[in-house]
């Protein structure tokens, strides 16, 4: 049975368009059919698509000039974390390189996240990184907890920020772990950093914990990478 509740009709616009857009169907710099053209391609009233427009043309993936025909943006080098956040929940569409992207961001941003948290909160720290060595041997559990590691992390870090932009990746990070963590030898190179990790954590080694955060998240880009590659 299908549990998902049916989409009003300007999601379903939204998603049509920027699935195109994504997908490249609709590139950068790409003229939009008319209203009338488009709201009939897509099966929506002119007033639903109008709407719609509108609030791609407030997240920054189109233009719209009046008196002039509405283009698609240049997101990649336009964009805002509104684009990135929407982008995450594509997953099906995601361009090329897109994950690594983000775990290449990852591996600059969470490392002094982990020192600032160690700094700030050790103890919380410590008493989550002691689930660790309990996990369910299994990518659903180790996905669950690696998550969760991050963005507790990024709470206790001091700066609100980073929790929020994280938050925009819950979604991609679930779905790429789970077939991340399929892998053995992710889990049993994760399962290692959280021993360690605590270990460092006991002894309030920020700097410590900062260095082999960074390592983790090299390593896992690489495994990432690799495992892809013998997808394909």
Known sequence: MNTEKPMKAAQFAEH???????????????????????????????????????????????????????????????????????????GEHLPLGFVEHFLSVRCVVLPPVSRMAVEHHPVELENLLAQGGRLPDGPMAYTEYDWTLQLTMASLSGNPFFRIILNDFDGLYRKMGEGYFASDEARALSKAYYAELKALVAQRDGDAVERRVSRVMNDALELWKRLKKEER
Do not use: C, N
């Open 16 to 90: 049509q368009l920027l699935s195109a857009i994504i997908e490249g169907r609709f590139k950068p710099g790409t003229i939009l059919p008319g209203e009338r053209t488009l709201a009939g391609m897509i099966g929506v009233t002119r007033p639903t698509l109008r709407e719609t427009l509108q609030k791609m043309a407030r997240d920054g993936w189109i233009s719209i000039r009046h008196g002039k025909s509405t283009q698609v943006k240049d997101y990649m080098t336009e964009g805002g974390m509104g684009i990135l956040a929407t982008m995450a929940r594509f």
